[in-house]
């Protein structure tokens, strides 16, 4: 069964992109606009390999983090099926936040600051980072549910007009 997108293609997410955020987020129990918040904060493009100043890279949409490479050769993913193809960032984003969300006591803030700044050595700077970048993805996260609330509300509305 496929999951029903809630919004529809922006920006450069094309209507594939959505459904597959839709699909990540069944699969791995994470809130489907949450990624899109972490999509349209880390806003990488496909191809994109970003090097960090300790020298991993940041890949793709998602902006996927190298050090996860080695989990994810588990299951035969390499770098540029991180960096490349858009589905599969997206379900590499949905794993690590549902991860990050287990570890870190079912809390979805937290989560999302262990995706940008790793789940240990939270000292006050990188917890400070961390803290920013988290704010930033909830605050878009609920631009999101604002948006979906809004024309739902008005399709609903929409379709109990044409039925009378």
């Given at each position: ?87 599969i960032n997206l379900y590499a984003s ?69 039925s009378k």
């Amino acid at each position: 069964m496929d999951a029903v997108a809630s919004l529809p293609p922006y920006a450069h997410v094309t209507q594939a992109a959505v459904q597959c955020a839709a699909q990540a987020s069944s699969r791995y129990d994470v809130p489907e606009l949450l990624l899109h918040a972490i999509l349209r904060k880390e806003n990488g493009r496909l191809g994109s390999a970003v090097r960090n100043k300790n020298g991993t890279f940041d890949l793709g949409p998602a902006q996927i983090n190298s050090v996860w490479l080695k989990e994810f050769g588990r299951y035969g993913l390499r770098a540029e099926h991180l960096r490349d193809n858009f589905c599969i960032n997206l379900y590499a984003s949905a794993y690590i936040l549902r991860t990050y969300y287990n570890e870190k006591g079912g809390d979805w803030f937290k989560a999302v600051v262990s995706y940008n700044i790793g789940p240990n050595r939270w000292t006050p700077t990188r917890y400070a980072i961390g803290y920013r970048y988290a704010t930033d993805v909830v605050k878009y996260w609920w631009e999101f549910h604002n948006w979906v609330a809004a024309n739902s509300a008005s399709r609903t509305s929409s379709s109990v007009q044409a039925s009378k």
